[in-house]
């Protein structure tokens, strides 16, 4: 994996990518909802893995 390009004001780490905002929807409908919450999920491993940096 390459040197990460970012700085991380939060975590005071190195990143390697800006944030990227949750997923929200104005009027889900139920399958909207389960893609909604999977993509929250593998937007906090990234976060959480410091691949992408905090919101």
């Known amino acids: 994996m390459p040197e990460p390009k970012f700085w991380d004001e939060d975590t005071h780490s190195p990143t390697h990518g800006p944030g990227i905002a949750d997923v929200a929807l104005t009027t889900p409908?139920?399958?909207?909802?389960?893609?909604?919450?999977?993509?929250?999920?593998?937007?906090?491993?990234?976060?959480?893995a410091g691949i992408i940096a905090q919101d």
């Open 29 to 48: 409908s139920a399958n909207e909802i389960e893609l909604r919450d999977a993509l929250n999920s593998a937007l906090a491993a990234l976060r959480s």
